[in-house]
C-alpha cells in the first residue's frame, strides 16, 4: 500500500520534467563566472531547483484538483481522481520547499533572502488562469527564474545580466504551454477559465506559439552577445531554433494529434542543447 502511493507521488511529480528548467539554472551559475562551479554547489542548486519545481507541481495539483477532476482529459490525473491524500501532499510542498530554504542557506545569505519571494511566485501562478490569458507567460516567469537563481547562487549578487536568459526561457516555456493548452479550449470557455487559446482560439493561440519561440531565440542571441558568448554558443541556439520549428510544422490549426510529443517531448532537449553548447564553449 505504502509503496503504491509513493509509486503515485513519483508518476505525479515526474522528476523528468526538471529537464526543463534545470540546465538553465546550471547555464545561470556557469555564466556567472564564465567556468565551472564547484560540485557542492551544484549539488545544491540541483536540490533547490528540483525542491522547488515538485513544490510547485504538487501546488498545482492540489490547487486545480476540482478543475481538473471535471476535464476529461485529466480527471484521470493522479490527484484529480484522488489517488493521493490531500493532507499527504500539502506535507510534502512544506517539504520541499524546507529543502528549498536548506539549499539556499548552504549557498549564499542573498539566495535565502530570496527564497520566500520564490515561494510566493510559485504558490501564485497556478490561479492566474482564474484571472489571464496571460498565464501561459506567468508560468513561463515563475518557472523560468532558474537562471537567475543560478547566477545568484554562485555570484552571491544580483546582476541585470541574467534576466535576458531569464526572458528568454519565459518565452520558451510560454509558447510550448500555449500550444499545450489548446487541447482544452472548449473546456476552458464552458467553465471560464483563460488561457490563449480559448480567448483567440486554436489558430491564434498557436501563433502566439511561434511568436513566444521567435523571442526565445532573439532573446538566446541577445544574452550571447551581452556576455560575449562564441561559435559554440551560437550553434546550439541554431539547434534550438530548428528543434522548435520542426515542433511548429507537426502541430498546426486542425492538427493537434502530435501536439503532446511537440510540447513535451522535443522541448526536453532545448535546456540540455543549450547547456552543453554553452559549456563548450565556456571551456573552449
Known sequence: MVLNKIKKFFTMVDFGHSLFGLPFAYLGAFLA???????????????????ARSAALCLNRLIDRRIDRSNPRTSGWIMAAGELPVTGVWILVIIFFALLF????????????????????????????????????????AVGIGPVGGWIAISGRFDWQPLILWLAVAFWIAGFDTMYACQDIEFDRAHHLYSIPARFGEAGALLFSSVFHFLTVM?????????????????GILFTALLLLYEHIIVRPGNLRRVNFASFKINHYVGLIILIMSLIDILA
Not at 563566472?33 to 525542491?51: D, H, N, R
Not at 520564490?118 to 501561459?136: D, E, G, M, N
Open 219 to 235: 532573446l538566446l542571441v541577445l544574452n550571447g552577445l551581452i556576455l560575449n558568448l562564441g561559435g559554440w554558443y551560437y550553434l
Open 102 to 141: 536548506w539549499a539556499a542557506a548552504n549557498l549564499n545569505p542573498l539566495c535565502v533572502k530570496l527564497a520566500p519571494l520564490a515561494v510566493i511566485v510559485l504558490w501564485a501562478y497556478s490561479y492566474t488562469k482564474r484571472f489571464t490569458w496571460w498565464c501561459h507567460l506567468l508560468l513561463g516567469m
Open 33 to 51: 563566472i564564465k567556468g565551472i562551479p564547484t560540485l557542492m554547489q551544484l549539488l545544491w542548486i540541483t536540490i533547490a531547483m528540483v525542491s
